[in-house]
């Protein structure tokens, strides 16, 4: 079965600083998906940024990219320019491709809190 | 951007009673699903559905669990006898098929068991 794990229960950043937030994963298929979801204190699950497996490029979204490892199966989070909204709960999620025995469902990870200071 | 509608919002409930949560996915969608958040926890998946049927559930979804599409447009989750444990957000989502399979989620029921 695959798993995800963010070992950083808490994170904190300075407004207009660079932070990472680290994932790992485990799991024995060479075909999947990768997404980071934010949390905001309102409890949305909002995407922030998705990687397919088979692209070597890094997905990147605006502030945010992420820096994917296949070999490693590390997938970790950059946000540039941190800003005050980007104060929230972000968790590291799995996917495997859809297929006969693949539903689509999400396995995430425990979540990092991110604090951004003034 | 079209959104999954999930009401109420908040739900309390007394311990043992049968409780409903509803759902509205986006219109064209196929793929449905129900997640659980305990309060400072990770996010859980409890339960696949596609075609009618529930493809995948997960340990969490026991014989108290149970999913229905009942017209096409609504999508429920019910729990028969409501346990103190159950008290969580549960989180509606749904994708469509065809490449990209954005899961779009709800905003979530907010469920108390007193």
């Known amino acids: 079965a695959q798993t995800v794990t963010q070992s950083q229960p808490e994170m904190s950043v300075q407004e207009a600083e660079t932070v990472t937030l680290s994932c790992t994963y485990d799991?024995?298929?060479?075909?999947?998906?990768l997404f980071w979801y934010k949390q905001p204190p309102s409890r949305q699950m909002i995407l922030v940024i998705r990687?397919?497996?088979?692209?070597?490029q890094n997905a990147t979204e605006n502030r945010f990219s992420v820096n994917f490892q296949k070999a490693a199966k590390s997938f970790s989070l950059k946000i540039s320019d941190s800003q005050l909204g980007d104060a929230a709960m972000y968790f590291c999620?799995?996917?495997?491709?859809?297929?006969?025995?693949?539903?689509?469902?999400?396995?995430f990870g425990q979540g990092t809190t991110l604090q951004v200071k003034p | 951007e079209p959104e999954v509608t999930q009401t109420p919002s908040h739900q309390v409930t007394q311990m043992g009673q049968e409780v409903i949560l509803r759902c509205v996915p986006i219109?064209?969608?196929?793929?449905f699903y129900w997640y659980r958040q305990i309060l400072g926890q990770k996010v859980e998946f409890l339960v696949s559905?596609?075609?009618?049927?529930?493809?995948?559930k997960s340990e969490i979804f026991d014989d108290q669990f149970s999913v229905e599409r009942p017209d096409g447009s609504n999508f429920t989750l019910k729990i028969r006898s409501t346990k103190l444990e159950d008290s969580a957000m549960y989180f509606c989502?749904?994708?469509?098929?065809?490449?990209?399979?954005?899961?779009?989620f709800g905003s979530g029921t907010q469920l108390s068991v007193l």
């Open positions: 999620a799995y996917r495997s491709r859809m297929g006969s025995s693949n539903t689509g469902k999400l396995i």
């Open positions: 799991t024995s298929e060479s075909d999947y998906y």
């Open positions: 990687q397919e497996a088979y692209k070597q």
């Open positions: 219109s064209n969608h196929l793929y």
């Open positions: 559905f596609y075609n009618n049927e529930i493809s995948e």
């Open positions: 989502a749904s994708m469509a098929d065809g490449a990209g399979r954005k899961l779009f």
